[in-house]
């Protein structure tokens, strides 16, 4: 206890207070704490929040929830990027305490003689309201004070302009005996931290040609790849993320299928990275130039999107470190590099980092070449496999990058146990990929939602249907239904979604006994007809493009801590709705996770939840085909996968 008042479990507080919690620009963060008094006094708590100047913003008076549980619950709302802080205070009250206690009394008859003492400790306490209160409400308290002590007036006369300061005194209080805890900390970023959606693209596949077996014709470059960023920007994403686009080791280089032995004219894994060509700072000789890359930045800036690059910290037999630095890697017994294994696979074409050689040379290193990229215009970095770098050198990394580019972001690609992903972050990474990939029920999908909803302070979700390593069981057999399906279930659970290119295309074609692509654009080019797709009818594309654009149309979908589930009595059915506070915008789901079969529910909707009272009816508008609903509490609902797998509901406000 460091005061006069017990103040217990404050959140938000990561690791007890170790580690930043986090938030974006205009969120709704909630604060809470346990606090309480003897006897029956009267306690306020309330927030006192500083922004990233040090300086203090306005306090915010929390409310007491559950009766008996001594709970406190209030709100901020950062408005600025970088690091804010908050502490907690409890306080003596000492105008609700006069005011329950003459309600009460004169609740039970007393008068005017019982009351004496009462009126004149009342009146003390204005006298000291009015000099906290604002300028133009001093006059008010002044007068309640004087109607305190004229005994010419009725009881009633006498106390009720007290009465009447309720609202203007809980805003700005009396607070004698002021206890305050430690200082917490929330990093606060800007709003694509938390609401954005991901387009995968490898820019050498983009205007490439093959032969027979694959055999690369023509490379793709940033050039020819620009051209796809229109029709990426058009399906309504905002962030375009590169595979690396360093140069490719040439030594031990994997061939098509990640077979060991390459042909002369295999591209190779872009997550080789180095050779003769260059490392980490310099970009593959047949992708273009830097200024090419610029230029590619600016195309993509022009159609409203971000560049996202790969940090892939590993390197290529062939990378230069291993000549200017080979403490950086590991040696075996018999003086050979170490290179990755995963067994039974082996990864010949990649030597992992030692971070345990030259640790601080390293991170220097690292931190060059990220600042590299940020001078160049990246903001965005997709962390390859972080899990397997040293924690503290991540803390380090993130906050030195964000000492000087407090805008930058970072993806975590970490597909590991809970507690790693939750550690990656704690110590900085902006969003993690997750395990959405491998929820494939409703009870499943539900469950694993409401973990990460406790878990948001600190780890803000990125859900992926695909990448280019996985291609998940329900893909192969689900057809194109369940690519809906998934596709409805990333964008509308989470407020960042993403996925690599080719779903739209319904590419479904693993490698034989693997949870992966068929002649996997990791080791090939790959180059997709776009246009005869569309114009076939064979595209996601136009569903793809609607669902973003119920993403930017509707506020609620842009936040996750207004994620709410409602029961429906079929299992193979999920209902969950996300409401915006300002706007009062409402979204409703119902989607199936069946993608061959016709599914019945019946749903018990949290009406309240809904922004509205139990008994009311109101329209559901479905944001897919356009169809106009009148719903209640309960409703029946019939979902056929060949025709919507999912209704998106926007709840219409009352007229």
């Known amino acids: 206890m460091t005061g006069r008042f017990p103040i217990e479990d404050v959140t938000p507080s990561v690791s007890c207070g170790r580690y930043p919690a986090k938030a974006v620009v205009g969120e709704l963060v909630p604060v809470s704490a346990v606090s309480y008094r003897e006897g029956h006094d009267a306690l306020g708590v309330n927030v006192v929040w500083r922004g990233p100047d040090g300086e203090s913003e306005p306090f915010t008076r929390m409310r007491p929830g559950e009766p008996g549980l001594d709970q406190w619950h209030g709100v901020i709302r950062p408005d600025r990027v970088g690091r804010w802080t908050f502490t907690v205070e409890a306080f003596d009250d000492p105008y ?8 009460k009394k004169i609740g039970a008859g007393q008068g005017l003689e019982d009351l004496a003492n009462d009126l004149a400790e009342g009146a003390e306490v204005l006298d000291l309201a009015t000099k906290i209160v604002p300028s133009g409400d001093e006059e008010r308290v002044r007068d309640a004070a004087a109607a305190l ?12 302009p007290a009465l009447d300061l309720e609202e203007l005194l809980w805003h700005h209080p009396v607070r004698q005996l002021v206890t305050t805890t430690r200082s917490y900390a929330i990093w606060v970023d800007r709003k694509r931290a938390l609401y954005s959606a991901w387009y995968e693209f490898f820019p050498r596949s983009e205007g490439a040609e093959i032969g027979p077996e694959s055999t690369p014709i023509k490379h793709g470059t940033f050039a020819t790849a620009a051209g796809r960023i229109p029709a990426v920007a058009g399906m309504g994403f905002n962030v375009l993320y590169l595979p690396p686009i360093h140069p490719i080791g040439k030594i031990n280089r994997k061939g098509r299928n990640n077979t060991l032995v390459a042909r002369p004219e295999d591209v190779g894994s872009p997550w080789a990275i180095g050779s003769d060509e260059g490392g980490h700072d310099a970009i593959h000789p047949q992708l273009g130039t830097l200024d090419d890359f610029r230029a590619f930045i600016a195309t993509a800036e022009e159609h409203g999107l971000e560049v996202a690059m790969d940090l892939a910290l590993q390197a290529a037999p062939d990378h230069p470190w291993v ?15 170490a290179y990755a294994e995963n067994p039974p696979k082996k990864y010949q074409d990649i030597y992992p980092i030692n971070w345990d050689n030259d640790y601080k040379a390293l991170r220097e290193e690292v931190y060059r070449v990220v600042m590299h990229w940020v001078g160049n215009g990246i903001k965005i970095f997709r962390v390859d496999n972080p899990h397997t770098k040293a924690m503290n050198f991540w803390q380090w990394l993130i906050a030195k990058v ?16 809970p507690a790693v992903m939750n550690g990656l972050g704690k110590v900085g990474f902006t969003q993690s990929y997750t395990y959405f990939t491998w929820r494939t029920t409703a009870w499943e999908m539900r469950q694993y939602m409401e973990q990460l909803l406790t878990t948001i302070d600190w ?10 390593d996985i291609l998940h069981e329900s893909l192969q057999n689900g057809g194109p239904p369940m690519f809906k399906i998934r596709a409805v279930l990333a964008s509308m659970l989470t407020p960042s979604w993403g996925m690599y290119s080719g779903y739209e295309l319904f590419e479904h074609v693993p490698r034989p006994g693997a949870e992966e692509y068929i002649d996997n654009e990791k080791f090939e080019l790959k180059p997709r007809d776009w246009a005869h797709a569309e114009r076939t009818g064979r595209s996601l594309a136009p569903y793809i493009t609607r669902l973003n654009q119920v993403r930017d149309e509707n506020p609620a979908l842009h936040w996750l801590r207004n994620l709410r589930f409602h029961d429906i009595d ?14 009062g915008n409402t979204v ?8 061959t079969s016709v599914q019945w529910g019946n749903t018990v909707l949290n009406m309240p939840e809904l922004g509205l009272d139990w008994h009311d009816r109101f329209t559901v508008v479905d944001q897919i085909t356009g169809a106009t609903y009148e719903w209640g509490q309960h409703n029946a ?7 919507e797998p999912a209704h998106v509901f926007v709840i219409q406000p009352a007229s």
């Open 323 to 337: 000549k200017s630095n080979p403490e950086f890697f590991t040696r075996r017994a018999d003086g050979t590099i």
């Open 588 to 595: 409703l789901v119902v989607v199936t996770f069946d993608s």
């Open 459 to 468: 780890m803000r979700p990125n859900f992926w249907p695909n990448t280019p």
């Open 637 to 643: 609902v019939r979902i056929d996968p060949y025709v």
């Open 149 to 160: 002590r004229d005994d010419q007036r009725s009881l009633f006369a006498r106390v009720s």
């Open 96 to 103: 609700r305490t006069w005011r329950n206690a003459v309600v």
């Open 570 to 583: 079929n299992d193979a059915l999920m209902c969950f709705s996300k409401r915006d506070p300002d706007t």
């Open 402 to 417: 964000k000492e000087t580019n407090p805008e930058v972001l970072f993806l975590a690609e970490a597909f590991t146990r």
